[in-house]
Nanobody, 117 residues
Framework: QLQVAESGGGLVQPGGSLRLSCVASQSIVNIGEMAWYRQPPGKERELVARIFTNGATLYVDSVKGRCTISRDSARNAVYLEMNSLKPEDTAVYLC???????????WGQGTQVTVSS
């Protein structure tokens, strides 16, 4: 079964940067779209960014211009580069991958991002 693992979260001051990584246990050649979601404390999970197999990307308005999603087939990975971080970016960030083999979505356990001075 495909497994997904995130890393790269942590505590950062406002205005700082973080790079989140998500590695899949199988080749992403068999994976369709990949995405980053986040769940702030006490709130519902929301989409942050999505990257399609053709490289097209989609971002939620609140992170446009501050975040970049990318994928690396050689490393079976997807990344989220986050800059100019704000306290409202504080959340658990989760990676979602869609398998073109099983036609199912797979979630990671999440990585905590805390933006605070």
């Amino acid at each position: 079964q495909l497994q997904v693992a995130e890393s790269g979260g942590g505590l950062v001051q406002p205005g700082g940067s973080l790079r989140l990584s998500c590695v899949a246990s199988q080749s992403i050649v068999n994976i369709g779209e990949m995405a980053w979601y986040r769940q702030p404390p006490g709130k519902e999970r929301e989409l942050v960014a999505r990257i399609f197999t053709n490289g097209a990307t989609l971002y939620v308005d609140s992170v446009k211009g501050r975040c970049t999603i990318s994928r690396d087939s050689a490393r079976n990975a997807v990344y989220l580069e986050m800059n100019s971080l704000k306290p409202e970016d504080t959340a658990v960030y989760l990676c979602l991958v869609y398998s073109r083999t099983t036609y199912q979505n797979y979630w990671g356990q999440g990585t905590q991002v805390t933006v605070s001075s």
